[in-house]
């Protein structure tokens, strides 16, 4: 049953100050800046190309999920959706500030879950830890074509990845063993120690003789504003505290070098292989009618057939956008608001934080942006 989904605007007053250790943070993130500033710039052979055709000098393409250069190998092949837990006996997670998209979707017990989706994930020595599925993050998936990753799941899930056919999946708990000749492999004895890694993922997809070609009709799931997305007419926002209310995760905008950094469980959420805080160019916030199955805990969302309202999120700045998917596996589209036109992205990873709009409860106006980072407690 479609529904209007209610987004939330919760914007306060500009303001200029912050108080000394908000400022001791600041300047860690702006060395990171700096440091990311004198990296190599990559340049396209030649400018007059179409964004999707542009190839560099040293033969990279752009990202399907990012817009930014990678290496043909893996730019130009199905990308690969990994599970991953978020609870605080998981932390530190490893190896998603690789990926091109991360998901954060609300399960049963209030804690969340992500879906990290990766087009090159060469060089990764772990990655995880993984966890079981839920049948919102296979339709996600199935909207890359992506080969998807996950430890189990629950009914629902797996009505969707069996008998609807809707992923190809690497299931770890039927795959794992030896690291290194298995596609998951595990370092201790607890649910949380589960993980994969590059030549894992590469063992699980030639073991159950997956393609990894895209269709020839693939088409790329986000547009991407080559010279940038300012949002200029967007209202600022340079933190936001997401209602989640058992991680309670939290962005904060970095001016320095345009991207939002990450926190949960009141500290700065970290990738273990990089050591580095996890950052965002694009947040959107997608908010969706949601349900819980009969006689369970689980949580269901209604995304096939249907439309709802969020928040696109970049650059300190945010607009009311609306979403709507056609079919099961058919992309996810973002319009402004205001014009209906398709937003385009800036180049960076994206986080989609799905919010449980109207249903058994609306949480939207949970969600809380300032327009002024300053004005927001936890950032001081």
């Known amino acids: 049953m479609k529904k209007q989904l209610v987004s939330a605007l919760l914007v306060l007053s500009m303001a200029t100050s912050l108080i000394a250790c908000g400022k001791k943070e600041e300047e860690e993130i702006v060395d990171s800046a700096n440091a990311t500033a004198t990296e190599e710039q990559v340049e396209p052979v030649d400018d007059s190309a179409a964004f999707w055709d542009q190839v560099s000098e040293d033969g990279k393409v752009r990202s399907y999920?990012?817009?930014d250069w990678v290496d043909a190998e893996y730019g130009r092949q199905r990308p690969?959706?990994?599970?991953?837990?978020?609870?605080?006996?998981c932390l530190p997670q490893y190896g998603i500030?690789?990926?091109?998209?991360?998901?954060?979707?609300?399960?049963?017990?209030?804690?969340?879950r992500m879906m990290a989706i990766f087009d090159d994930y060469s060089g990764l020595d772990r990655i995880g830890n993984i966890r079981s599925s839920r049948p919102y993050f296979v339709y996600f998936a199935s909207e890359y074509d992506a080969i998807y990753m996950h430890a189990g799941g629950n009914p629902a899930a797996f009505e969707l990845i069996d008998d609807k056919n809707l992923v190809d999946n690497l299931n770890a708990l039927t795959l794992e063993g030896k690291k290194g000749?298995?596609?998951?492999?595990?370092?201790?004895?607890?649910?949380?120690?589960?993980?994969?890694?590059?030549?894992?993922?590469d063992i699980g997809i030639e073991k159950m003789k997956y393609s990894t070609e895209l269709p020839s009709n693939y088409e790329p799931h986000f547009k991407f504003a080559e010279n940038g997305n300012t949002l200029e007419n967007g209202e600022d926002c340079e933190a936001v505290q997401l209602y989640y209310y058992t991680n309670k995760p939290y962005w904060i905008y970095n001016e320095d070098d345009g991207l939002y950094y990450r926190y949960?469980?009141?500290?700065?959420?970290?990738?273990?292989?990089?050591?580095?805080?996890?950052?965002?160019?694009?947040?959107?916030?997608?908010?969706v009618a949601w349900f819980t199955y009969t006689g369970s805990q689980y949580l269901g969302y209604l995304l096939s057939f249907?439309?709802?309202?969020?928040?696109?999120?970049?650059?300190?700045?945010?607009v009311d956008i609306v979403w709507s998917k056609d079919a099961d596996t058919e992309v996810t589209h973002y319009y402004y608001k205001d014009s209906g036109e398709e937003i385009q992205l800036n180049v960076g990873?994206?986080?989609?934080q799905a919010c449980q709009g109207s249903g058994e409860g609306d949480f939207?106006?949970?969600?809380?942006y300032y327009a002024d980072k300053s004005k927001f407690s936890k950032a001081k």
Not at 97 to 112: F, K, L, M, P, R
Not at 364 to 368: A, L, S, V
Request: net charge negative.
């Open 80 to 89: 690969v959706a990994v599970m991953i837990e978020n609870t605080k006996a």
């Open 364 to 368: 939207t106006d949970d969600n809380e």
């Open 349 to 352: 990873q994206t986080w989609i």
């Open 264 to 287: 949960e469980f009141n500290q700065k959420q970290v990738d273990a292989i990089t050591g580095e805080q996890l950052t965002a160019k694009n947040i959107i916030i997608q908010d």
């Open 181 to 201: 000749s298995s596609a998951a492999f595990r370092t201790g004895t607890s649910e949380h120690t589960l993980y994969t890694n590059s030549d894992g993922i």
């Open 65 to 67: 999920l990012t817009g």
């Open 306 to 318: 249907n439309t709802g309202t969020g928040k696109y999120i970049t650059n300190g700045k945010m």
């Open 97 to 112: 500030a690789n990926a091109g998209v991360i998901y954060e979707c609300v399960v049963e017990g209030g804690i969340t």
